[in-house]
Structure formats: structure tokens, C-alpha cells
């Protein structure tokens, strides 16, 4: 079992490029989600899905696009990345009703 | 809306001192609450969760939380702090297990 991995651990952007982040678990679960972690700001939600096919906003969803076309996978997207999009990156996942799972992060450095 | 505040940003304690961690959360009905733990360059890890029951939780690690529903508080506790417990400690609130709210952290730094 290896939980809720994330896809990639590091990557540095220019401002204005693209790119997509990757979340998988292989727990079943119905839910994900994606966070971002800011200093001194805790974890806020982005976005986050109730089972495939389906996603909501969260509490920053500005600048991000998600895509849960399988249940295992849950993509986070950036079509135009700023600098203020410069954050670690978590995805977790849960049945509904129990506790989240968290991945090790994906570091982002938009330049 | 909910909310979660932990009032002290860093803490220090020595090694096999006594610690408690403040959670305060704001929720218009029975919370689920819950205590992650964080270590530098890694994810989030749970520690310990209260649903409903025994308003005294136990952890992991050897942690413990109070739910204190006149307080609106839910407090970490560890008797003896042990110095690799030095990490970041999230406390969240929710109306399942869903929707986490976060608090901003408590840097714990534990001194030998």
C-alpha cells in the first residue's frame, strides 16, 4: 500500500508557464483533495472531489484547475502560474467521514 | 463559517518536559476535530482525531486531547516531550472528515 503519492516532488516555474500536478492513492477512497501549505498560514483548500467525476471549489480556488476522471487520481492544474502561486502542494484523500491522508508535498518555485 | 486558531506560533519546552499545545476552534455544530503532526520536508501525519465518545483522546506517540465543548478547545498534551517530537503541530476542524480547516501551526522546538 502505498498511500497518497504525489507526482512531482520539486519543480521551479517561469511565470505564465504550465503544468499539472498528480495525486494518486490506492486506499478506495471517495474523496480528495488539494491544499496549499504558506508560511505561517496553515493548509487552505483549494479544491477537492466527493468521487470521480465530480469536483468543488475550495477556499483558493483562483488560478487552479482539478480533473478527477478516475477515482484513484485526483490532477491539479496550472494554466498560467504566478509568483504567488510559489507554495508546497498537498493532496490528501478520505472515506467519507474519517480522517484525511496526507502525500509528502509537491515544492513549487514560480519565478 | 469555521474556523481554527492556535494562539502560540512557536513553543520551546527541554527534553522530558510536560507540553500542551492550544487549539481554539469556532463550529456551529458537533466538530470533528483532529491533531496532525508535520516534519521539516515531510507530510502530514495524524495523531489523533475526536469524532464522538470520550472527550479524552488518545494518540499516538504518546499524545493526548481534551475536547472541551464549553471551552471550545481541544488541547494537545504529551507528559514527557521527547526531543524528536520537535516538528509542526496542526490542529483542524471539520464537519466529518471532510473539508479540513486549519489552524496556522505550532513550531515546537525542543531543547536537550
Known amino acids: 500500500n502505498a498511500g497518497v503519492t504525489q507526482t512531482p516532488k520539486f519543480r521551479v516555474l517561469k511565470t505564465g508557464q504550465s503544468m499539472t500536478l498528480l495525486c494518486a492513492q490506492d486506499?478506495?477512497?471517495?474523496?480528495m483533495y488539494w491544499y496549499r501549505q504558506d508560511p505561517g498560514m496553515g493548509l487552505r483548500l483549494i479544491h477537492y472531489?466527493?468521487?470521480?467525476?465530480?469536483?468543488a471549489k475550495g477556499e483558493v480556488p483562483d488560478g487552479y484547475n482539478v480533473s478527477r476522471l478516475k477515482k484513484q487520481n485526483f490532477l491539479l492544474g496550472l494554466e498560467s502560474a504566478a509568483p504567488s502561486q510559489t507554495s508546497v502542494y498537498f493532496c490528501a484523500s478520505n472515506r467519507v467521514d474519517y480522517e484525511q491522508y496526507f502525500g509528502p508535498g509537491t515544492r513549487l518555485t514560480v519565478t | 463559517a469555521q474556523s481554527v486558531t492556535q494562539p502560540d506560533i512557536h513553543i520551546t519546552v527541554s527534553e522530558g518536559a510536560s507540553l500542551e499545545l492550544r487549539c481554539n476552534y469556532s463550529y456551529g455544530a458537533t466538530p470533528y476535530l483532529f491533531w496532525y503532526v508535520q516534519s521539516p520536508g515531510q507530510g502530514l501525519q495524524l495523531l489523533l482525531k475526536y469524532f464522538s465518545g470520550d472527550t479524552l483522546v488518545q494518540g499516538i506517540k504518546g499524545f493526548e486531547a481534551e475536547f472541551k465543548r464549553s471551552q471550545s478547545s481541544f488541547n494537545l498534551r504529551k507528559p514527557s516531550v521527547h526531543w524528536s517530537d520537535a516538528a509542526e503541530y496542526f490542529c483542524a476542524v471539520s464537519g466529518g472528515g471532510n473539508k479540513l480547516t486549519f489552524g496556522t501551526g505550532t513550531q515546537l522546538k525542543v531543547e536537550l
Open positions: 486506499m478506495n477512497h471517495e474523496y
Open positions: 472531489s466527493v468521487g470521480e467525476g465530480t469536483t
